[in-house]
């Protein structure tokens, strides 16, 4: 490429606020014709919503973007489209009770005699999986392919409707490595057809090896650049970390006890060929660290005894939980915020009363079979008043609630039953400052008493300040364990990413 | 509870209309009669209503009242079973019926509309090959036994009495209201109902609760299957019961309950079973609307009753929402 020809796709000073949050501040972007293009962050960095600005899902607020120096309105996929502009989803979008050649014409079916001509599609179906290499009857039923030919399909469907620029969002996240190596083969054969790739990963080792420039974002922001031969793990973990957290949030040293819960050679159903062992102490903090789709959820869940457990054991204060079941983990004092409120914390349509009452009811019943309406009520009193909740009346439903009153409604469920170990999933997340700093002082209010907190958590602020202990998660397995004088960014981010454990001490010391 | 107020206006003004327009209306006969099919059908809807509670949904209740309707006389007449038997027999067939259904739904994980639409095919079937096709009567016995649909108890000082079925009703409503609203299973439901992910999370057994559901579902269909049969003294295993579950379901729709889940009130539904016989007698007695039309007019009273019951929830939440926009400014 010269200097005097533009770049094929340019952002300049996208902004982009969701609801008084800036996402994306003054962004700016420039990818060549035929070039693979990284762009990479950490959670929350602002990607996704990059790669949705420029294929059209949603507008920005202000910034321009400009197509072979010219300035275009991408503000439909359809208009993207039009632009040669197409987003391969992280979750495919095929419908997997059809055959390949009706899902790469899904919407565009030729048509003879008012009749889908399925010759045709047959025909030009052929052409496109050529192009990605795959060597497949355009008849076979999608649903029995493997996920890695079915991304391969979702990239024949873009190539067929003239795609010159293809947006790649976790393309790697459910592909072994032998599909992984295969995506890289296609990836070379298009660049080489001169297709333009922007290619978003968290796996920093990919991007070594498949990247021509890398564009680093932090906090919405522009944090750097790197052309190919600056690409390596380390400069990229360098311009993806760096923030002051000092003003985040002080939190109290406390006592630490006696260990409370033991997970031992646990396989969840999610990562079957990776064991995890840790362990919590009473009255410490510990954050569960690592990008999204690590498995620190599913392995909560498995904690829980929401998911079953391939195998291994838990334990709460040294006795093994039997038979794995949700009422036995709470039965031992093991609570859980989930991450999705709305649907596994909380029964929108009850009123906050009902939902603090629900795990407890079987417990604090009477006679056998009747609910304590007054126990109920003065549980629920409780918790509105220690935890301020805000709502109108105690039968008020959920639904109408803040997120961080709710989220408190979802803390407020657990507090009731005094657990011995509380796991919370992304306990901040879609909470405003306020509600946050108040979920973080609960928090540390129960680490005082004793309770032993176990929390996952994408945004590194709260990890870093809150964690008196933290372990990292990448693809399923424990990558390592970081006290607090360990603690730092770039170190968990080098476990986050698979960097090994020895380059972490060094990097921590430096 | 505003709910059940607005079916209770409808079920007011179809009496007093029906009762200008017809004076055989407020008959003794007609009313102690429409007081017995409407306490019967109660019975039904209740049952109904725990399993839509639970977001689920009982096809097979009609099939299930031709199977108990036509096996409790042939177990007495031509297997000369003895009443204690014979009764404890259709206990143990409506609880094993509702049983199996919670199995299959929960456990086999099969979809309830599907488990009891076989329900509502393989009960028919089993019946009228248990009984060859034979109508099944008393043949003018057990009039005791009979009592139980038949009698009544007579008011002091008036003609009147309140037939059997009604008492039975009142006892099972008193049971109901007791169970959905005051103890832990029933508060279970309503959560399930709603959002079963979320009372998963919270510890709870929600499979053993869907099948307590269905069990009540099945009990009560049983029930009613007996009292049915002890009140007309004989079933013609080919129409026994026939539609039935419609009956029972639409009185639980139009009496408050969400096919979606999680809510309802038993006073809605009894009120809602009640409004659907209303509706039948006055079809039957005002000459003015042709016989032939019936299930055009039911079809369209609920259709009128689900469509104000939405518009009402829409003005709701317009209003709510009003209102937060005048408190922020």
């Given at each position: 490429m010269?200097?005097?020809?533009?770049?094929?796709i340019?952002?300049?000073?996208?902004?982009?606020?969701?609801?008084?949050?800036?996402?994306?501040?003054?962004v700016s972007?420039?990818?060549d014709?035929g070039?693979v293009?990284?762009?990479?962050?950490?959670?929350?960095?602002?990607?996704?919503?990059?790669?949705?600005?420029?294929?059209?899902?949603?507008?920005q607020?202000?910034?321009?973007?400009?197509i072979?120096?010219?300035?275009?309105?991408l503000?439909?996929?359809?208009?993207?489209?039009?632009?040669?502009?197409?987003?391969?989803?992280?979750?495919?979008?095929?419908?997997?009770?059809?055959?390949?050649?009706?899902?790469?014409?899904?919407g565009?079916?030729?048509?003879?005699?008012?009749?889908?001509?399925?010759?045709?599609?047959?025909?030009?179906?052929?052409?496109?999986?050529?192009?990605?290499?795959?060597?497949?009857?355009p008849?076979?039923?999608?649903?029995?392919?493997?996920?890695?030919?079915?991304?391969?399909?979702?990239?024949?469907?873009?190539?067929?409707?003239?795609?010159?620029?293809?947006?790649?969002?976790?393309?790697?996240?459910?592909?072994?490595?032998?599909?992984?190596?295969?995506?890289?083969?296609?990836?070379?054969?298009?660049?080489?057809?001169?297709?333009?790739?922007?290619?978003?990963?968290?796996?920093?080792?990919?991007?070594?090896?498949?990247?021509?420039?890398?564009?680093?974002?932090?906090?919405?922001?522009?944090?750097?650049?790197l052309?190919?031969?600056?690409?390596?793990?380390?400069?990229?973990?360098?311009?993806?970390?760096?923030?002051?957290?000092?003003?985040?949030?002080?939190?109290?040293?406390?006592?630490?006890?006696?260990t409370?819960?033991?997970?031992?050679?646990?396989?969840?159903?999610?990562w079957?060929?990776?064991?995890?062992?840790?362990?919590?102490?009473?009255?410490e903090?510990?954050?569960?660290?690592?990008l999204?789709?690590?498995?620190?959820?599913?392995?909560?869940?498995?904690?829980?005894?929401?998911?079953?457990?391939?195998?291994?054991?838990?334990?709460?204060?040294?006795?093994?939980l039997k038979?794995?079941?949700?009422?036995?983990a709470?039965?031992?004092?093991?609570?859980?915020?989930p991450?999705?409120?709305?649907?596994?914390?909380?029964?929108?349509?009850?009123?906050?009363?009902?939902?603090?009452?629900?795990?407890?009811?079987?417990?604090?019943?009477?006679?056998?079979i009747?609910?304590?309406?007054?126990?109920?009520?003065?549980?629920?009193?409780?918790?509105?008043?220690?935890?301020?909740?805000?709502?109108?009346?105690?039968?008020?439903?959920?639904?109408?609630?803040?997120?961080?009153?709710?989220q408190?409604?979802?803390?407020?469920?657990?507090?009731?039953?005094?657990?011995?170990?509380?796991?919370?999933?992304?306990?901040?997340?879609g909470?405003?400052?306020?509600?946050?700093?108040?979920?973080?002082?609960?928090?540390?209010?129960?680490?005082?008493?004793?309770?032993?907190i176990?929390?996952?958590?994408?945004e590194?602020?709260?990890?870093?300040?809150?964690?008196?202990?933290?372990?990292?998660?990448?693809?399923?397995c424990?990558?390592?364990?970081?006290?607090?004088?360990?603690?730092?960014?770039?170190?968990?981010?080098?476990?986050?990413t698979?960097?090994?454990g020895?380059?972490?001490?060094?990097?921590?010391?430096? | 509870?505003?709910?059940?107020?607005?079916?209770?206006?409808?079920?007011?003004?179809?009496?007093?209309a029906?009762?200008?327009?017809?004076?055989?209306?407020?008959t003794?006969?007609?009313?102690e009669?429409l007081?017995?099919?409407?306490?019967?059908?109660?019975?039904?809807?209740?049952?109904?209503?725990?399993?839509?509670?639970?977001?689920?949904?009982?096809?097979?209740i009609g099939?299930?009242?031709?199977l108990?309707?036509?096996?409790?006389?042939?177990?007495?007449?031509?297997?000369?079973?003895?009443?204690?038997?014979a009764?404890l027999?259709?206990?143990?067939i409506?609880?094993?019926?509702?049983l199996?259904?919670?199995?299959?739904i929960?456990?086999?994980?099969?979809?309830?509309?599907?488990?009891t639409?076989c329900?509502?095919l393989?009960?028919?079937?089993?019946?009228?090959?248990?009984?060859?096709?034979?109508?099944q009567g008393?043949?003018g016995?057990f009039?005791?036994?009979?009592?139980?649909?038949?009698?009544?108890?007579?008011l002091p000082?008036?003609?009147?009495g309140?037939?059997?079925?009604?008492?039975?009703?009142?006892?099972?409503?008193?049971l109901?209201i007791?169970?959905?609203?005051?103890?832990?299973?029933?508060?279970y439901m309503?959560?399930?109902?709603?959002?079963?992910?979320?009372?998963?999370?919270?510890?709870?057994?929600?499979?053993?609760?869907?099948?307590?559901?269905?069990?009540?579902?099945?009990?009560?269909?049983?029930?009613?299957?007996?009292?049915?049969?002890?009140?007309?003294?004989?079933?013609?295993?080919v129409?026994?019961?026939?539609?039935?579950?419609?009956?029972a379901?639409?009185?639980?729709?139009?009496?408050?309950?969400?096919?979606?889940?999680?809510?309802?009130?038993?006073?809605?539904?009894?009120?809602?079973?009640?409004?659907?016989?209303?509706?039948?007698?006055?079809?039957?007695?005002?000459d003015?609307?042709?016989?032939?039309?019936?299930?055009?007019?039911?079809?369209?009273?609920?259709?009128?009753?689900?469509?104000?019951?939405?518009?009402?929830?829409?003005?709701?939440?317009?209003?709510?929402?009003?209102?937060?926009?005048?408190?922020?400014?």
């Open positions: 010269t200097d005097s020809q533009p770049p094929l340019e952002a300049r000073g996208l902004t982009k606020r969701f609801a008084g949050v800036t996402a994306l501040n003054q972007l420039a990818v014709q070039e293009h990284a762009v990479i962050g950490e959670n929350g960095a602002g990607k996704s919503t990059l790669m949705k600005i420029l294929a059209g899902v949603q507008p607020d202000e910034g321009a973007i400009l072979n120096g010219e300035v275009v309105s503000n439909s996929v359809e208009r993207a489209m039009g632009h040669g502009i197409a987003l391969i989803h992280q979750e495919l979008n095929l419908a997997d009770n059809l055959d390949v050649g009706s899902n790469i014409f899904l565009r079916e030729p048509t003879r005699l008012g009749l889908i001509d399925s010759r045709q599609i047959e025909a030009e179906s052929e052409k496109f999986l050529e192009m990605v290499g795959l060597d497949i009857s008849k076979t039923l999608v649903g029995t392919l493997t996920i890695g030919v079915q991304q391969m399909i979702e990239i024949a469907k873009a190539l067929s409707v003239n795609a010159r620029v293809l947006i790649m969002d976790e393309p790697t996240s459910s592909l072994s490595q032998l599909e992984t190596e295969e995506l890289f083969r296609v990836i070379e054969s298009l660049k080489s057809q001169g297709v333009t790739i922007i290619y978003i990963s968290h796996r920093l080792f990919e991007i070594e090896t498949i990247a021509d420039r890398v564009t680093v974002l932090r906090d919405g922001e522009n944090a750097g650049q052309t190919r031969d600056q690409i390596s793990h380390e400069a990229m973990v360098e311009m993806m970390v760096g923030r002051d957290i000092s003003q985040f949030y002080a939190r109290e040293n406390h006592q630490i006890g006696e409370v819960l033991s997970i031992d050679r646990l396989r969840t159903l999610a079957p060929r990776h064991e995890v062992n840790l362990e919590v102490k009473a009255g903090m510990v954050g569960l660290a690592g999204v789709g690590a498995g620190r959820s599913e392995m909560l869940r498995t904690v829980f005894g929401i998911d079953a457990a391939v195998s291994g054991s838990i334990s709460v204060n040294g006795q093994k038979n794995h079941s949700c009422g036995e709470i039965e031992m004092g093991i609570a859980m915020v991450e999705d409120r709305k649907q596994e914390g909380l029964i929108l349509d009850m009123g906050t009363k009902d939902n603090i009452s629900l795990p407890g009811l079987s417990q604090n019943r009477v006679g056998g009747f609910a304590n309406a007054r126990q109920e009520a003065s549980d629920s009193d409780l918790m509105i008043k220690e935890m301020r909740i805000k709502t109108p009346g105690d039968s008020q439903p959920v639904r109408y609630l803040s997120g961080g009153n709710q408190k409604v979802v803390i407020g469920k657990w507090l009731s039953m005094n657990p011995t170990v509380l796991l919370l999933d992304e306990p901040t997340r909470v405003d400052i306020g509600a946050k700093q108040e979920i973080y002082r609960l928090m540390e209010g129960l680490a005082e008493k004793g309770v032993g176990l929390f996952a958590s994408s590194m602020e709260e990890v870093l300040s809150m964690s008196d202990r933290v372990i990292v998660m990448h693809e399923g424990v990558t390592g364990e970081l006290t607090r004088e360990e603690l730092s960014e770039e170190a968990i981010m080098h476990l986050a698979g960097g090994a020895t380059q972490v001490k060094t990097a921590a010391k430096g | 509870m505003k709910k059940a107020l607005g079916i209770l206006g409808l079920l007011i003004f179809i009496c007093v029906t009762a200008i327009m017809s004076d055989r209306f407020l003794e006969y007609n009313v009669n007081i017995r099919r409407s306490a019967l059908f109660g019975i039904l809807s209740i049952g109904a209503a725990f399993v839509i509670i639970t977001a689920g949904i009982d096809l097979s099939s299930v009242v031709c108990v309707g036509c096996i409790l006389p042939w177990m007495l007449i031509e297997c000369e079973f003895s009443v204690p038997i009764l027999s259709i206990t143990g409506s609880l094993g019926i509702g199996t259904h919670g199995i299959l929960t456990k086999v994980k099969l979809q309830p509309f599907v488990v639409l329900g509502l393989f009960y028919r079937g089993l019946t009228r090959g248990i009984v060859q096709d034979q109508t008393f043949r016995g009039s005791e036994l009979r009592e139980l649909s038949q009698g009544q108890l007579s000082y008036t003609d009147f309140i037939p059997n079925p009604c008492l039975i009703l009142i006892a099972v409503a008193i109901a007791i169970l959905l609203n005051y103890t832990v299973y029933g508060r309503l959560a399930l109902g709603r959002n079963e992910t979320a009372t998963r999370y919270s510890g709870i057994n929600t499979d053993k609760i869907t099948i307590l559901a269905y069990v009540i579902c099945g009990l009560l269909s049983g029930l009613g299957g007996m009292l049915f049969v002890l009140d007309v003294g004989s079933a013609q295993p129409d026994f019961g026939n539609f039935y579950e419609l009956y379901i639409a009185g639980a729709v139009l009496g408050g309950c969400s096919l979606r889940g999680g809510e309802g009130t038993i006073i809605g539904v009894i009120i809602g079973a009640a409004v659907m016989q209303v509706l039948k007698n006055t079809i039957t007695l005002v003015a609307i042709p016989t032939n039309i019936e299930y055009a007019v039911i079809g369209a009273v609920i259709l009128g009753g689900v469509i104000t019951d939405e518009l009402v929830k829409r003005l709701a939440s317009r209003r709510r929402a009003n209102l937060q926009a005048k408190q922020t400014d």
